[in-house]
């Protein structure tokens, strides 16, 4: 009864073999038809790269390497110089770190230890809300609605601190529409919150329970035991996240176009105005033309060669962390 | 049986005073943290709603984009909306399948192979790449040879989207266990028919949940758009050639206009595209759900 | 390897009168055809040599055991029967495995042509997450069959012999992960069967199952072995002396000084020879319980 032998009807008539058949072209082309599709990112970030650096030759002519540095923008009179954009780029960056990470790693850690997971389900949803946003969203509430309401602070913080050193560095100047850095800076801290929390939740939940366990066992309270157990497992991995927080604050544009205050500064004050690359790639694009047009396609490539570093050494991290989790 | 007299000497209460002081502030500081979260998304998803929801109406969802001078009772957002919907379902179209394949790849056909790893490391990386990084690549590889168009448009979002669908397909077909694979294996299957047949379908829920939340993360973005699709304020029925428009680009428009009749519009809009991006993001926890209930 | 490969008929073997599903006695009066040919088969996994110079026959129609202790390379052998160690990258078979007179590892074979004609049931249960239908119907919908009523036949066909039908006839629609494990596997036996396999592999079948399931699948392939021929694998001794024909013992060769530990097939016979009269010490070491 057994239909061993049947004729396979996919057999190769004049085979020499019996069992021999060749693989069916279906399988071969699905094979190809996904490796087409993987060679599709390589092939995606190789051409982003060249196209727009070509595009950019013309900026790189006329200012140089040192456009990068020079901090003479002045469209109308041909001068390029990026550094106002970079600097701007990096110090909301920057405040966005500093703002978003405690709260991104703490609420982490109340979601992997503190909250049974029954609560933990909700409040993930919140986190993740808060990523539904769009930019757009953000910016259009930042300016219309954050700005001026935040900027009646900024008067009183920059008054009250008249004349104290180190703090009216930072936080002095004057500023007529809450537009700032630092308004920039915080919007970009709400949207790069729900990232870094669920990347370092990921990176918190491989720490093996037998180190906390054995915290525990030891006596140690709540506190002590993530200090001890958890932190040093999930340190790079932690590290890694808020690279790649960093990255997304870095890139980010529209917020930050319509909250930054749109005018090329380089200060230490928070509370003022200033702008940054993909700002103002953002806000000029439209009108710019000729060399104009290549500075601004210039920075374009900047923010893209950064925010590839960044990921890459990220990533790394984040790599790290896990490799050492599980050969732990 | 007796009791056993409390001796002296064993004191079973919490650790003394600084310890558990420190572990309560550290409690503290973490309910903070979310409220600290919940403050300004309140605030955002608050102001929208109270300021969007009265502009919502027939009109506005019908409605064409009128001068911003108008006041908010007139005219509508239906250029930007419908460009949306056309724009995102475009990318959508051409991401997702080839997102999945790429996961397929890397799972299924890479194996330990250089190249897998490779590709699979540089789809990590190309999630962080900003938007208006794609814009600008398409603005000079598409654009500046063929035109504004919706296509340009669906074709940054749709670079946008890759590496997001690539990654969460990725993790779903690692969880699909290998004895899966072997069984269809041992019926005779070709890799191909196994991983169509048994592969896929075993972790469809979660590729299809992801792909819902990276359309949820295209259809809220604005600046792979400003110089793809260039923004004009009318409908265009096609697709494939002419500027047009879409919500964020309105939104990004309205927002710096001095008029409160382009403003109240740009409300509009807005609560319009959280509930776009909102829905999607309902319907991938529901495909998660409602397909996972099918499998056990 | 160089004789002409010959396309070998299955014709109706005459039975012995006596044949029941009580084998053992019968066995060294008759020997049916051999299915497999293995000769000097040694299995590498890299450099590291599974399992070195195993040579046996799996004759037609008969239930074939390989017993041994862990890690002697009794599953790896039964892998290289259908070509599932090709799944494996660093997997190499040398020496030569014949089956029905055809190398079985030929350039020109097709390891899913091998499969569809020697099927495989897993230790662990391992029902697609589809339908008890579609389970069933899964291996001849690959194979081309798409007619509804042929496949109707072919699923209740199929598990009416993995003597499953009676308790699932009524809820064909109803997930295969849904089944308790006896049930599970008996499904995936039926999944095996709806090819129409020649050969059933079964690698410890019953090892993650209940004793009252394991009576139930043991006595399913008693009713299956007139129409295939079934090699099993299995830890259990009792289950090799309750089922099977034929008996291979395996074991590990160590090399004290060097840790240099490969697999070997140490005696291969009858199974009531290899029971009650093992002519190897370790074979009677290990039947009578003192190893392993």
Known sequence: MSAAVQADPADVAGSAHPLAQRRPLGDRVFGWLALAAGLLVLVILVLIAVTTSQQSTSWFSHEGLSGIFSTDWDPATDHFGAMAFVFGTAVTALVAIILAVPVSVALALLLTEVVPPRWARPIVYVVDLLAVVPSVVWGLWGILVFAPWVQHIYSSIASGLTGIPVLSFLFGGTNTSGAAFFTAGLILAFMITPIVTSLSREVIATVPSIDKEGAYALGATRWEMIRGAVWPHSQSGVVGSVLLGLGRAMGETIAAALVIGSSPAITSHLFSPGYSMPAVIANQFGESSGTFRAALVGMGVLLFAITIIVNLVARGFVERSARRAKGA | ?296 | MNQPEEHVVKTELPKPAALDSRRAEYVSDYTSAPVFTAKSVSIYYGSFRAVTDVSLDIHENEITAFIGPSGCGKTTVLRTLNRMNDLIPSARVEGDVHYRGASLYASSVSPTAVRRRIGMVFQKPNPFPKSIYDNVAYGPRINGTRNKATLDEIVERSLRQAALWDEVKNRLNKSGLGLSGGQAQRLCIARTLAVEPDVVLMDEPCSALDPIATGRIEDLMQEIKSRYTIVIVTHNMQQATRVSDRTAFYSVLRDEKSDFRTGVLVEYGSTRQIFEDPHDSRTQAYVTGRIG
């Open chain 2, 1 to 296: 049986m007796a009791i056993a007299a409390e001796q002296p000497g064993v004191d079973l209460r919490e650790p003394a005073g600084w310890r558990r002081t420190k572990n309560k502030i550290a409690t503290v500081l973490m309910w903070v943290a979310f409220a600290a979260v919940l403050v300004p998304l309140g605030f955002v998803l608050y102001t929208v709603i109270s300021k969007g929801a009265p502009i919502i109406s027939g009109q506005f969802l019908t409605g064409s984009i009128p001068p911003n001078i108008m006041p908010a009772n007139f005219g509508g957002m239906a250029p930007a909306i419908i460009g949306t919907l056309e724009i995102t379902a475009l990318a959508a179209v051409m991401a997702i399948p080839l997102g999945v394949l790429g996961a397929v790849y890397i799972n299924e056909y890479g194996g330990n192979r250089v190249l897998a790893r490779v590709i699979g490391f540089m789809a990590d990386v190309m999630t962080g790449v900003p938007s208006i990084v794609m814009g600008l690549f398409i603005f000079t590889i598409w654009v500046l040879h063929f035109g504004y168009s919706g296509l340009a448009g669906a074709f940054a979002l749709a670079c946008l989207m890759l590496p997001l669908v690539i990654r969460s397909s990725y993790e779903m077909l690692r969880l699909v266990p290998d004895s899966l694979r072997e069984a269809s294996y041992a019926l005779g299957a070709t890799k191909a028919r196994v991983t169509l047949t048994v592969v896929l379908p075993a972790a469809i829920a979660g590729i299809i949940s992801g792909a819902l939340l990276a359309v949820a993360r295209a259809s809220g973005e604005t600046a792979p758009l400003l110089f793809t699709i260039f923004t004009v304020e009318a409908t265009n029925s096609n697709v494939f050639s002419g500027a047009t428009t879409a919500l964020p680009n309105q939104i990004f428009a309205n927002a710096s206009q001095p008029y409160v009749g382009a403003q109240a519009r740009g409300w509009g809009a807005a609560l319009t595209l959280i509930a776009i991006a909102f829905i999607f993001m309902i319907a991938a926890r529901v495909s998660t759900a409602r397909f996972t209930r099918y499998s056990r």
